[in-house]
């Protein structure tokens, strides 16, 4: 028997980790209430607040395998949207100076960009049973009763929630809240890493060349790298990467003068062979004051809150993705 369904929940932010938080209550709460202040889009396409989004995207065996338990048939409808699969028997992948040996490596991946498999769970989402995505509302901040949160605020009116899961991003605007109001101002670390990406598609044709997928890192060395995968619209989806202030540049002649510095011709040979359809300027990932990946997490465990604060708001308030730890792109 299944349990009887309670409670009003709010999950802020309608991304990737919020859509699947929101499947992954929905049958246990009386109603799940997803607001993304982002006017999403009606088919797949990139989000200024998601600059990763044009970045490469490969859904791995185990996400896959729960996908295909939460969402019955996605992996069809992904495929039908044009997703492909790739396994080790068709990979070209450079690594210390040679290819790994291609065969089977286990179960088959499935490459598609960022915004057709986040459309494909949008879509699948917002048809749960209790479940609603609402687009273009801002949550500004929560509700208290005390110290316990009741709701939240979304464009100046009160909504009210029995639990509120903040999955807005690493610019929260609860997080910043709660530290203003100082309610709760959980340590943060920052750990910068500085490395750069180049991102965008060529058209695809069955004959480019022999395998599935490339990639290829020049490591140890200059640990610049490449990868390029096929995805969706017949098209092949290319990164590029550098350290160090090694940026891939965003030019015709930038990139593929980085692309033949790569330890495997493959790369620049597939570039220059493919009629480029759309580039997409460089994307750092910053750390002050230079382009770098930056991370940044929020614990909040008991010995640090001597107060008992968190014990406090956790049971009506959780927060998951990048706003605990955020690892990933910011355009530069």
Known sequence: MSAQRQGRVVVVGGSVAGLLTARAIAPYAESVVVLERDRLPDSPAPRGRVPQGRHLHLLLSAGLDRLRDWFPGIEAELESRGAVRVDGTGAWIHQGGAYRARGDWGRPALSQTRPLLEHVVRSRVAALPGVTVERGVTVTGVTRSGRRVTGVVADGRERPADLVVDCSGRSSRIAHDLAQSHVLEPPVTHVGIDIGYTSFTMRRAADDFEGQFLVCSDNPGSFRGGAVLPVEDDRWQVTLAGVHGDVPPATDD???????????????????????????????????????????????????????????????????????????????
């Open 254 to 332: 930038g990139i593929a003068d980085f692309a033949a510095s790569l330890p495997t011709p493959a790369v620049a040979q597939l570039i220059e062979r493919c009629e480029r359809r759309l580039r997409r300027r460089h994307l750092p990932v910053p750390v002050e004051p230079a382009a770098a990946l930056r991370e940044t997490t929020r614990p909040s465990p008991r010995a640090r809150d001597p107060r008992g604060r968190v014990e406090q708001l956790r049971p009506h308030l959780r927060a998951g993705d990048d706003v605990v730890c955020a690892a990933g792109s910011r355009p530069g």
